[in-house]
């Protein structure tokens, strides 16, 4: 539940008794435990497949949000430097600054694809590396990338 819920006095699904909608991936049709493997997670083509995916979709929105990056390099180009006091909109420096964050999140995230996909290879994939304890299929379904077990994430 965010901060602003608990500060304002919402309430959580749970607490109102309500059934959570689940939105994972891994939930829709899978009856098991988090251990359980979802259906399609069981083998090394199985989890090959899924850091295929994912990478493939990391760098789609990499080159999105590049083109973005690229559109306001553009409308910059011999601008005043004083956008901060535009009463039109949001300051190219805040935007320029977000998109920047989002571009380092996917390089980041792709590295981490990559990294996965060397311990796939090495048969380390799927073990946490912090306590050396399996990491949950359902996890690593969700984020192929992690290196950790739920209980040693950060």
């Known amino acids: 539940m965010g901060l602003m819920r608990v500060l304002c006095g919402e309430r959580s699904a749970a607490q109102r008794g309500d059934t959570p909608v689940m939105s994972a991936p891994w939930a829709t049709g899978h009856t098991g435990s988090m251990d359980d493997p979802p259906e399609g997670a069981g083998t090394p083509r199985d989890r090959a497949g899924q850091l295929a995916s ?57 590295a981490g694809i990559d ?30 990338e992690v290196t950790t077990c739920i209980d040693c994430a950060p």
Not at 58 to 73: F, H, K, N, V
Not at 75 to 102: I, K, N, T
Not at 130 to 138: D, E, H, M, V
């Open 115 to 144: 990294d996965a996909t060397e311990r796939l290879a090495r048969g380390e994939d799927g073990v946490c590396r912090s306590c050396g304890n399996l990491i949950a299929p359902a996890r690593l379904a969700v984020r192929p």
């Open 54 to 110: 994912r990478r493939h979709e990391m760098q789609m929105q990499l080159q999105d949000i590049e083109r973005e990056l690229a559109a306001l390099r553009r409308s910059r180009e011999g601008a005043a430097d004083d956008d901060e006091h535009d009463p039109d909109g949001v300051p190219l420096s805040e935007q320029w600054s977000r998109l920047e964050g989002l571009r380092l999140a996917r390089l980041e995230a792709l």
